[in-house]
């Protein structure tokens, strides 16, 4: 016999209930259980498990309408009935051809010429090598502030190389020199460029002594020199007034310009 799905389920579940019981019945009652497993031998559940077979899906069947195929005389009579179709200019076109490739390129002209090339270096072309001058620099005189300091010369002074080599070469002389690093900006502008600026309230001098040469050959023939100063401590305001009769224990106030002090400060600790 075979169960229905949820029948059979409702089975399980009660013969789950009554196994699960027994325990508490024995701890109470155990003559009980005596009787109860005596009583199950004989009359208890019974059930049989076997795999279901698969039944085909039921379709309802669908009746269909009772047709009979058009004559070739109805089939003429059904298309008469739909308008014309209107022919236009453009449904027949002419076949699309790519575009035609392009001519292969001539050869051009056949020049005989030995490879390798023979080992021939022709030397530049001799001139006259000018004195080297100095034809620009920066800052000069009193400045309120100095980022760097910037060299040119008219002559190339290095040849084109790395930084690292090219800034072995340095003509100039700084005093004093603050902490900062120089390189050349191409073959003929030296820079000097400070850690932050050049410290205030500081007189400094810049020379290239005489004799200088350049890459090219041209020589310094007159040393050049200048010198550029960075802005000194300004006094604001002060506190009492020196024409006005005061105690002995008057509380006296400076105040100065606080950038030039701090600039200052710092390069004095150093």
Known sequence: ????????????????????????????????????????????????????????????????????????????????????????????????????????????????????????????????????????????????????????????????TSQEEAAKYVPVKLAPEPPGKWRWIGTKTLLFEPDGRFPMATQFSVSVPVGTKSAIGGTLSNAKAWTFTTPTPTVKTTYPDANTPQRLDTLMFVALDSESIRRRCCRQSK
């Open 1 to 160: 016999m075979t169960l229905p799905r949820r029948q059979f389920v409702s089975l399980l579940l009660i013969y789950c209930f009554a196994v699960a019981s027994i325990p508490s019945v024995s701890a109470r009652n155990p003559s009980t259980i005596v009787q109860q497993n005596t009583s199950d031998d004989d009359e208890g559940l019974r059930f049989r498990l076997s795999e279901g077979a698969d039944q085909p899906e039921v379709r309802p069947a669908t009746n269909l309408a009772p047709s009979t195929s058009l004559s070739n005389a109805e089939t003429e009579a059904v298309l008469k009935r739909l308008p014309p179709i209107k022919s236009e200019t453009s449904d027949e076109t002419d076949f699309a051809l790519r575009q035609q490739s392009l001519p292969p390129p001539r050869t051009g002209l056949t020049v005989m010429q030995p490879f390798p090339a023979a080992n021939e270096v022709v030397p530049p072309p001799s001139s006259t090598v000018g004195p080297l001058e100095v034809i620009r620099y920066s800052p000069e005189g009193d400045v309120p502030v100095a980022p760097s300091l910037s060299i040119t010369f008219s002559q190339p002074m290095i040849a084109v």
